[in-house]
Structure formats: C-alpha cells, structure tokens
C-alpha cells in the first residue's frame, strides 16, 4: 500500500449553494478516488476521525467560493501509513492534522506565526497541497481539490508533513480530532488573541465547538465571570455546566445583558459566529480598554460598521483570531497536556459521531445549531 496508489471512499463536494436541506440536495457525493502516494515531505494518512466544522459549512453554502469538486474536511486525526522522504514522521505514528500547512521558512512562519504561513494560504486558497498539485482523482478522470489541505472526510489522505502534529497513540482519535480545529482556534482565541487573564469578565458570543472550547480556555486562565451568548437553549445549558456563570440568549438585549452582568461590558469578548451584526454586538457588549476577538469567517467582503471614534477615545481593541493564533506543533501538545489534568474537558464539545455516507444530514444539523462537534469515524 505504502508505495503506490491508493483507493479511498470520500465525501466530495460537487457543487456548491445547493438549498437545504442537504441531507435531499445532497452537495456531498460519497465516491471511490485514488490516492497517489506521498511525495516528499508527505503523509500517506489513515484518516480515524474527522469533525463538522462550520468552515466546511461555509464551502457547501458558498459563503467561501472555493474550486470544486472538493474533497472536504479539515479537522481530523489518524495514523500514519507512509511518509516520503524528509517528512519526519513514521509508519503507525499518530497524528492530528491542523489546517495551516505552516511552510516555516517564510517571514511569518519565522516569526512565530504559522497561522499566517503565505505559502500555506495560497495553497489552501488553491486546494493543493503545500508542495503543489493534488492528488485525488476519481473515476470519471477529474482531480478533486484538497479542502485546507487536510481533506479529512476520506478514509485516507495525503497532507504535508507540516500539517501534522504527532500526538500520544492513547489519545482516542474522536476526541484527538477536537484539536484540530475546534480548540486550536478556540482555546487559542482565548489564551493569545484575547489574552484572557485571572479576573478578567469574559463573554463568549457563539457556542459550537470552538466558542465552548473558547468558554473552557477562559475558565482555565481564570477568568472571574464568563457569559455565555447564543440562540441555541441546549448550548447555553451546556455551557453553564462547563463554567459560564451566566447565559443570555443572543438577540436584540443580548448587548444590554452583559453590559449588566459584567458591570458596564466584559473586558474580553469572543465571536466565533460569522456573523456580522453578531459581532457588531460582540463589539457593543466590549467595555472601554477592552478587546474583541472576532473568530467566524463572514462571506468576503462583507462589511462591519463600528463606531470607529470608540477604537481611539476608549482605547478598544478589535483583533482577529485565524487558528485561534497558535502555533499547532506547541499548542496542541499543551492544550491535549491541559485536557489530561481536567483543565479543558473538550471532550463535552463531543455531540454526535456519524459515518461518512451521513454527512450531509451531518451539515444540515450543524446548519440549524442542533449539533456543538460532530466527528465522522472512518
């Protein structure tokens, strides 16, 4: 297997803007490809474990043009089945794959923020492969794209070593998955982004998987209060059992409701929605010397209206946050480090595990905020 072509069932994304709900439209195709085989600084991965997150949603709705057809999923774990040359990692290594295949040498990556990688965007920008091209083909001839460059609705894939993070093989694959994504960007919104500190009031607007993992990463750096803010009743139960002191249902009052709770606004607030009006709230709900955390990916050029003489006349702060502004190869050994000691219990952000023929159904309830994490098992 190790040193040719591969087959593998995928779940490949035909077209995107298909109406709801997908589970009739069916965007999502599952097919039989071949996978070439790793080239240099390659992984040939058996894929164990692969979340629903909302930036695949966002492919399939066309909120995020991207070229299709397009072999989807980026937050997954699995183990290694081949490695090409220079690609630092063994057969029945385990590893959790990040969506940034941080290349390392270019300025970003030099100064300490791979998240930023050039090269990595452009590539996932593509859908290549950091070393360019990629190497799924289907039946029919076609080449579908690589989402992110982890593809990670596959039963298996080929990534660039520097997407990869090799972990403890004791780690369950759907709970390891969680790292990928959901609490690099979380736990990392409120560990770097926000910098949240013992004492700090903090709210957290959006309550799937990574807002939770936000919510439990502001608990473990000591935050005094957490609000919690979404329209999903079953997520604001559940995020008063992971530490929100209080929950305030998301609309029109949700502003005026942690200016209260927190006495005048939080001083770290999170967004992890998308969603522009939500934060411009996120924005509102910020007291004065405080910072904003904006997270969720709203369509391209999509405008934001703040009252710009507050960034100045009340020294505010208004910072985006792309994987959670993390370094995957440190922070993943840290924040797994921190869920073994009962510090970030992510595996409550665990609500649902699928098979891939039910990933449409999958997306439709991630669509209507029924599911926090949903992990196929391949």
């Known amino acids: 297997m190790s040193g040719g072509i591969v087959e593998t069932r995928a779940a490949v994304l035909v077209e995107s803007g298909r109406p709801e709900p997908y589970a009739a439209s069916a965007p999502i195709e599952v097919a039989t490809l071949r996978l070439d085989p790793p080239g240099p600084g390659e992984l040939l991965v058996r894929v164990r474990a692969a979340g629903l997150c909302h930036s695949d949603l966002s492919v399939i709705n066309g909120s995020r043009p991207r070229p ?5 999923g980026h937050e997954a774990a699995g183990e290694v089945v081949a490695a090409g040359d220079g690609a630092e990692f063994a057969p029945g290594d385990h590893v959790i794959l990040a969506f940034v295949p941080a290349c390392g040498s270019c300025e970003r990556c030099v100064g300490g923020r791979p998240a930023l990688c050039g090269p990595g965007a452009r590539a996932n920008g593509a859908g290549t492969l950091l070393g360019g091209g990629t190497r799924f083909t289907a039946g029919d001839g076609t080449r579908p794209y690589h989402h992110l460059g982890v593809s990670a609705f596959s039963e298996y894939t080929v990534v660039s070593s520097r997407s990869a993070v090799k972990v403890d093989p004791d780690l369950p694959y759907e709970i390891a998955a969680l790292f990928g994504c959901a609490v690099l960007t979380g736990a990392g919104a409120a560990f770097y982004s926000a910098d949240v500190k013992p004492g700090d009031s903090v709210a957290v607007f959006g309550l799937g998987g990574v807002g939770l993992a936000a919510l439990l990463a502001a608990k473990a750096a000591g935050a005094s209060t957490i609000v919690a803010v979404d329209v999903v009743p079953s ?10 002191a209080h929950a305030v249902t998301g609309g029109v009052d949700a502003v005026e ?26 924005y509102a709900a910020t007291r004065p010397g405080g910072t904003t955390v904006t997270v969720g990916l709203p369509a391209p050029g999509e405008p934001v209206t703040l009252p710009a003489l507050s960034l100045v006349a009340e020294e505010r702060t208004l910072r985006g946050s792309y994987l959670g502004s993390s370094v995957p190869r440190r922070d993943v050994p840290r924040f797994i480090g921190l869920y073994r000691a009962g ?8 609500s649902h595990r699928l098979t891939l023929d039910e990933v449409n159904a999958g997306f439709d309830r991630l669509h209507s905020g029924e599911a926090v994490r949903q992990v196929v098992l391949l």
């Not at 299709?68 to 989807?72: G, I, K």
């Open 68 to 72: 299709l057809p397009m072999a989807l």
């Open 235 to 244: 997520k604001l139960e559940l995020a008063l059992g992971l530490g929100a």
């Open 257 to 282: 409701q942690v200016r209260e709770l927190t006495g005048g606004g939080a001083e770290k607030v999170v967004d992890t929605t998308g969603v522009v009006p939500v934060l411009e709230q996120a």
């Open 343 to 350: 510090s970030l219990p992510v595996d409550a952000l665990l």
